[in-house]
């Protein structure tokens, strides 16, 4: 009965490569999110899609693609990967983007490039 | 800019109660929340204040005062597990999630 679920939970792997997270919530929320979560612990907004419609697209590198099939899935696709791509991203999600429901969020994924 | 202070790290005796604090700068406000997240785990959440005042819930108390752009987290009867990261986040006019750092609360015998 798990809310937020994201796989894999450790992703060891070179730098270079490309590589996919992927994220399915069973909610029933309309919105749903990825965060970066750097060694200092800062968590910070990367994308959020409502209803598989982009709505907060933050600074990243284009080589993150997000990609929301339906409103119960957002993958997160990074290419050539690099050394500061290490850090624990989290996907959660939201009954509403426009309104001040609380975040579910995944168990995160420890990304490690090498 | 938009941004949150919260004290990096705080430490405490189990059983004693302590006060986590928060403030915020944001571009419209619509309310501040605050998540629990223990180390190597998903926050989760705690709070959402958008009035003034103090709300209530169990040994957990969350305080806004939106004149001055302050919350503060009240954990009473501290047990061991409340050990993790106290986040504070504040929802500003577009209804985007501003997010502290975190407060590491280390709690002790």
């Known amino acids: 009965d798990t809310a937020v679920s994201q796989t894999p939970k450790y992703l060891v792997t070179q730098m ?11 909610l ?18 990367m994308f959020s899609y409502n209803n598989k419609e982009l709505i907060i697209n933050e600074t990243v590198p284009n080589r993150f693609s997000p990609k929301s099939p339906d409103k119960a899935h957002l993958n997160l696709h990074i290419n050539s990967l690099e050394l500061g791509d290490s850090a624990v991203y989290f996907c959660a999600s939201s009954q509403d983007s426009g309104e001040n429901q609380p975040q579910h969020f995944g168990d995160g994924t420890r990304l490690s490039i090498l | 800019g938009q941004n949150i202070d ?6 405490a005796t189990e059983g004693a109660i302590v006060q ?3 403030t915020y700068q944001t571009s419209g406000f619509n309310g501040l929340f605050w998540y629990q997240q223990h180390a190597g785990e998903a926050p989760t959440f705690l709070s959402y204040n958008v009035l003034d005042g103090l709300e209530e819930k169990g040994r957990f108390s969350s305080f806004l005062s939106r004149s001055k752009g302050y919350s503060y987290l009240l954990l009473k009867e501290l047990q061991m597990k409340d050990s993790a990261s106290y986040l504070c986040a504040a929802l500003d006019s577009n209804y985007q999630l501003i997010w502290g750092a975190g407060t590491k609360l280390i709690i002790k015998p």
């Open chain 2, 20 to 22: 986590i604090n928060c």
């Open chain 2, 6 to 11: 919260q004290p990096t790290e705080m430490t």
């Open chain 1, 28 to 45: 029933g929320h309309d919105t749903m999110y990825w965060y970066k979560q750097d060694s200092k612990k800062f968590l910070k907004i």
């Open chain 1, 16 to 26: 270079g490569n490309d590589k996919s997270i992927k994220c399915e919530q069973n």
